[in-house]
């Protein structure tokens, strides 16, 4: 009987030890996690933003470099297609876009990196990528969209990790991509307009919630194909892109959180060759993806803050993209409370005028503002003596608003498409996006008369995104 009682107890000890190894167990600290793409993959792969998803042969794959000798170990044996790999805050789980079969749209997944176990969390008829995990159990992605009026482009989400509570929080005809998340708790994500132009590429930064939309970094004119932002622990924030004015040099820019405008640093050119997609370590150091030609393959290299690039792993059947390096994490995002009002459908905006243009401009009596919408105008109404006004318009309508002389010339604007969520309330100084400016310290006219309402501020949300309404309401009742 005694033996009998040790020999059990022998069995269970083993029984939770295997299983607490297995459960705890999780790529070490120093391991990098890539996209490896086959060499047969032809795709132009200098190009960012929707062109990923046209990649047929990708898979996520991990090593150690400190054993330069061992294997690759292959994330995503299960999918045809793997991209766009994030880490978990803890390191313990990954969120990537994925096809199961080759004609599958692209959908975001969640792998323990644990266990193995893979999640599905979306399940829709559009392309979904670039998940990012937030700070409150959520993550947030971007999904395409096509129009016949306005073109195509992609809408910015976020749900829960179990795929509920799906929402849109980018209400705009841009294609927004390549999100990260900021120390403050808001998401910052490259967004270029395509209708009724195109436009630039910019860095936008909005909460989680889809509130307090605004330029964060406007990229300079002679820079394209911008790469995912990355923040580093000295809140430092590194991107790449092509610039066009100086023989399509690839470029690694760094610019500070604190002062974006003025510390624009270059930290590494090429000439001949590109920098695909980066991310900082601890270190300072950059772990980059990098080819030195056209003929070679992109690998992952290590740049030092000398500006030298050391080869971290290559191979000549593949190329190696978004790298990703397991370490304590600089940050942990802050975690920021909505001020959404479901309850109401609109929201309200109060402009005012500049000390500078108030003194170079004197009285705007004569002017108009017009409010334009993706399909005209939706009203005209003077501006007040000081240039403010005052309005109220439908939640998740993109708007612009730009003011007009007594001939109906432009004076101002127009200013980038713009929206407001369920109870939002903005203010806006001045016609220049970037609002560096402090305002006025005076009370706007504006405000001593009734708000005016937009006509139509209680119809429904961008019609390329009358589907997208839907597929929100149906992660909603998964709740």
Request: glycine residues 6%.
């Amino acid at each position: 009987m005694y033996k009998k009682s040790i020999l059990l107890f022998i069995l269970v000890f083993s029984v939770i030890y295997v299983s607490s190894v297995l459960v705890n167990r999780s790529l070490p600290v120093g391991h990098i996690i890539m996209t490896r793409v086959s060499a047969e993959d032809l795709m132009d792969l200098s190009k960012t933003g929707l062109h990923k998803l046209e990649l047929q042969k990708a898979q996520i794959v991990s090593f150690d470099p400190d054993k330069p000798g061992s294997s690759l170990s292959i994330l995503t044996k299960d999918f045809t297609a793997a991209i766009t790999p994030e880490l978990s805050p803890d390191n313990r789980h990954i969120v990537f876009a994925a096809k199961k079969e080759a004609g599958d749209n692209w959908q975001i997944h969640m792998l323990n990196l644990r266990n193995s176990r893979v999640t599905q969390i979306t399940d829709n008829s559009r392309n979904c990528f670039d998940p990012v995990f937030l700070p409150d159990e959520r993550i947030a992605f971007s999904c395409t969209w096509e129009d016949l009026r306005f073109g195509s482009g992609s809408t910015l989400y976020t749900a829960r990790l179990d795929g509920s509570n799906l929402n849109p929080i980018t209400y705009h005809p841009h294609t927004d991509h390549s999100s990260t998340i900021l120390h403050d708790g808001r998401i910052m994500v490259v967004s270029q307009q395509v209708y009724p132009e195109t436009g630039p590429s910019k860095l936008l930064a909005l909460r989680p919630d889809g509130t307090k939309s605004g330029l964060f970094y406007e990229i300079p004119d002679d820079y394209e194909n911008i790469s995912k932002v990355r923040e580093s622990k000295f809140n430092h924030l590194y991107y790449a892109a092509v610039n066009k004015q100086n023989g399509n040099r690839s470029t690694l820019l760094r610019f500070s959180y604190n002062n974006p405008y003025n510390s624009k640093q270059i930290i590494y050119s090429s000439e001949g060759g590109h920098i695909h997609s980066l991310f900082p370590e601890n270190s300072g150091n950059l772990l980059i993806s990098y080819r030195a030609n056209e003929a070679e393959m992109f690998g992952i290299y290590r740049l030092d803050q000398k500006g030298i690039a050391e080869p971290v792993y290559s191979d000549n059947g593949y190329h190696f993209l978004e790298p990703l390096f397991i370490e304590d994490k600089p940050f942990i995002p802050r975690k920021l409370p909505s001020a959404l009002r479901e309850t109401r459908n609109f929201g309200i905006v109060v402009f005012v005028e500049t000390p500078e243009s108030m003194a170079e401009g004197g009285s705007f009596e004569s002017d108009n503002i017009q409010v334009i919408g993706v399909e005209g105008i939706l009203d005209e109404f003077p501006v007040m003596e000081d240039g403010s006004f005052y309005v109220r318009m439908g939640a998740r309508t993109p708007v612009r608003f730009q003011r007009v002389n007594s001939q109906g010339e432009i004076v101002k604007g127009p200013t980038s498409w713009l929206w407001f969520m369920t109870g939002e309330r903005r203010g806006f100084n001045g016609w220049d996006e970037k609002q560096l400016t402090a305002p006025a310290n005076r009370v706007p006219e504006a405000i001593n008369h009734p708000y005016i309402d937009i006509p139509g501020f209680e119809s429904s949300i961008l019609v390329i995104q009358n589907d997208e309404k839907i597929l929100s309401e149906a992660g909603n009742e998964n709740q």
